[in-house]
């Protein structure tokens, strides 16, 4: 029955890309906006359009969208101007840009009068929709319960089965499962009666429509059964039910997107299934749904979606052991994720600015207009003057020599403001560069000095090149004099960003592992990092906002006793490399955590992986794996993050990688710790030439 299921559903993969139907359509509306004199087809022509293009290229629908409403303002169409608005934020929606979606959201409701409740019901269930993704649950709750009232009051049963099962969604990201699956049982129930009356009455948009708002109810419930199997006081009988159940509404809910080729519900269903296979540690399986999952979410460029996909893939290669595959994953996760998080983080600044722009933009029209208007004005003067020249010559000549010295002092005084104002804005910038020096300095102040890096490690070095003024990167180190012999703990930190966000996380950061240290006294580098996550964690959820920010670091002890050199080392993402003449073990960890694949004649390169998850908050809590290893004189430790690699240069403008860095550092180990930086930040100068620095750049090496 598995594999039947199985079978069905890529038949109907396969089919879904039979665009020829959508393509004459498409050819004929084009040809219609050619040929139709009537304005108000047009702009529903190229809303068509736009609907056509939505779910592989919103790019190409934010294009026609925009046509649509410049034809409706030229009409002074109120209606259509909103219904373009509410088009344009839709497509940005997809694209995951939610400052200019809440622009065209609430410009639409501004449109929109009091007594017109259909549409601002509509405009408020779309905004709820922006802070559910947002994850201000809170806030798209407050948006949904005035919408849902409008729809009680109106009797608009359309509008009231997509409010619950919205609703349903807050509550299930909320983690009560009860109300979510009231909600959205209530909303299924809804569109089904609804499907029932469209049929009778044979109106195929409205078939369509809840057809759409039955899958996506189906797939909602689907997720909720998916999300109970994690409970782990559930027996294996009751997992498998709840399977059963998961897998059987998310079919069904599949079959109709298929049939109505809305991609994004099939990435979405086919993401969730793989998902819910990953669960059962049918890996095979997981990995067929999650591939084709992740083929839909980048023909319609849904980029939230493809995060999880990546990181879904990642977990489950490194489960079958395919280091590879799932680096190449991860990495492709982690990129995707912080395109996003920046967006998100930029979101204020791009409000003003682009209300800054538009009034920019109208004064200028303004001003413009006026100096049109201005130039008229005084041709027909000219014109005066030339007729009337004759009997009134002097009276003109007094009165252009004043207009002259009236524009003169005007040109004078303006030319005065602008230059002030060209003094005010170097003020603030010469302000704002002196805060961010000052800020380096304080910075600075908490890393250790040289002095007294190089007193504890002689024969060591420190490439430190931050992106910004300021850093998300940071080197540590304590020495433990308590203990005999005395103990060196050290450290590579890179932090959520770079610059002023990624320095703020840092001081943090290197806060929490100094107490963890001088308070906690705990000196096991697993544990440090451990108590570090904790305390973190523990800073940034005090406030309101929901901050994931946290580091990666790679951590390590060091003490010598009469006869061993002993190491002990715990990463966060980040790894350990040792070159050594010989190939070294962790006495605690399998060979599976060890990487001996680079060598050259005289050394070999051993890489001890790291934990995949950060110091910070994350779903993943399992504690963090301390490797001990036995060192032998001369060995070299390195410990870096990830900007050298991430550096793109060279001929053809590429990374530089890993598999580079680890040739260059096997290549200069007959040089000294001081040699040897100067090399690796040559290389580093001569690979980036003139592209810019992509990352914070800090890493440390130590010959024992």
């Known amino acids: 029955m598995k594999y039947f299921k199985l079978i069905i559903i890529l038949f109907l993969f396969l089919n879904c890309f039979d665009t020829a139907p959508q393509q004459i359509r498409l050819d004929s509306l084009l ?14 022509c190229l809303l068509s359009i736009a609907d056509y293009y939505s779910n592989e290229t919103p790019d190409k629908a934010i294009y026609y969208a925009n046509k649509a409403k410049n034809t409706a303002i030229y009409l ?18 997809q694209l995951g840009n939610y400052a200019q979606t809440l622009k065209n959201y609430f410009e639409a409701l501004k449109v929109y009068k009091p007594s017109e409740l259909k549409y601002t019901s509509a405009v408020l269930t779309n905004i709820g929709d922006v802070f559910l993704e947002q994850k201000d649950y809170e806030k798209a709750k407050e948006y949904y319960l005035k919408a849902l ?3 009680e009051e109106t009797l608009n049963k359309n509008g009231i089965a997509v409010i619950n099962g919205n609703i349903g969604i807050v509550y299930e990201e909320q983690k009560d499962y009860e109300n979510a699956l009231e909600y959205f049982y209530k909303s299924l129930t809804l569109n089904k009666e609804l499907l029932n009356e469209a049929l009778e009455s044979k109106n195929s948009h409205e078939i369509n429509e809840n057809k759409k708002e039955i899958a996506i109810k189906l797939g909602n419930i689907g997720n909720l059964y998916a999300s109970k199997i994690e409970n782990d006081k559930l027996t294996v009988n009751e997992k498998n039910e709840l399977l059963n159940k998961a897998l059987d509404y998310l079919l069904e809910g599949l079959k109709i997107d298929y049939e109505l080729n809305r991609k994004n519900g099939i990435a979405t269903k086919l993401g969730n299934i793989g998902i819910l296979y990953k669960y059962t540690m049918n890996y095979k399986l997981a990995e067929n ?21 990546h990181k879904n893939l990642s977990q489950i290669y490194e489960k079958t052991n395919q280091t590879e595959k799932s680096y190449k994953h991860y990495k492709k996760h982690i990129e995707l994720r912080d395109s996003i998080y920046n967006s998100d983080n930029a979101k204020n600044s791009s ?7 538009f009034d920019k933009n109208m004064a200028l029209k303004k001003a413009e207009k006026e100096k049109k208007d201005a130039i008229a004005k005084a041709e027909k003067r000219k014109q005066q003057i030339v007729i ?3 009997g009134i010559g002097l009276i003109l000549v007094l009165i252009f020599t004043t207009f002259i010295l009236r524009s003169l002092k005007l040109t004078k005084k303006q030319k005065k403001i602008i230059e002030e104002q060209k003094q005010i804005v170097e003020e603030k910038q010469n302000e704002i560069i002196d805060s961010l020096n000052y800020a ?27 992106k910004d003024i ?7 180190l304590t020495q433990i004099t308590t203990m005999e012999p005395p103990l060196l703990i050290f450290a590579v930190a890179d932090c959520t960003g770079h610059g002023v966000p990624g320095a703020m996380v840092s001081v943090v950061c290197c806060n929490a592992l100094n107490r963890v240290v001088k308070e906690f006294n705990i000196t096991e580098p697993g544990k440090i990092l451990d108590k570090t996550k904790e305390l973190v964690v523990e800073h940034f959820t005090k406030g309101s906002e929901d901050v994931k920010d946290g580091m990666d670091i790679s951590l390590c002890s060091l003490y010598y006793k009469t006869d061993k050199i002993i190491l002990k080392w715990a990463g966060a993402n980040n790894p350990l490399w040792v070159i050594s003449s010989v190939i070294l073990n962790d006495s605690e960890e399998s060979n599976s955590k060890i990487d001996v694949s680079t060598h050259n004649d005289n050394y070999m390169l051993t890489e001890f992986k790291p934990d995949k998850h950060p110091v910070g908050k994350t779903d993943n809590n399992v504690p963090f794996t301390t490797h001990n290893i036995e060192l032998q004189k001369n060995d070299s430790i390195y410990i870096f993050s990830d900007g050298y690699q991430d550096q793109f240069g060279g001929e053809q403008g590429k990374k530089f990688k890993t598999s580079q860095m680890r040739e260059l550092f096997l290549s200069v180990q007959n040089k000294t710790m001081n040699e040897q930086k100067k090399i690796i930040s040559y290389k580093f100068d001569n690979w980036k030439e003139n592209l810019e620095q992509v990352d914070d750049i800090c890493i440390i090496g130590v010959k024992v």
């Not at 304080?442 to 890096?453: K, V």
């Open 149 to 151: 009232k409008i729809d």
């Open 289 to 309: 749904y999650l591939q084709k999952a992740l083929l839909v979410s980048d023909s319609i460029k849904a980029i939230k979606l493809m995060i999880e996909w």
């Open 76 to 93: 002074k169409n109120r209606i259509l101007y909103a219904r373009c608005l509410m088009e344009i934020g839709w497509y940005y929606y």
């Open 351 to 357: 409000q003003v600015e682009l209300s800054y722009e």
């Open 470 to 476: 300021v850093s998300g990167d940071f080197y540590w």
């Open 388 to 390: 009337w020249a004759v």
């Open 31 to 44: 040809k219609i906006i050619k040929t139709e004199k009537n304005d108000s087809v047009k702009v529903n």
């Open 440 to 466: 380096k300095h304080l910075q600075n102040a908490i890393l250790p000095t040289a002095i007294e890096w190089q007193k504890h490690l002689p024969n060591s070095f420190i490439l430190y090149k931050p």
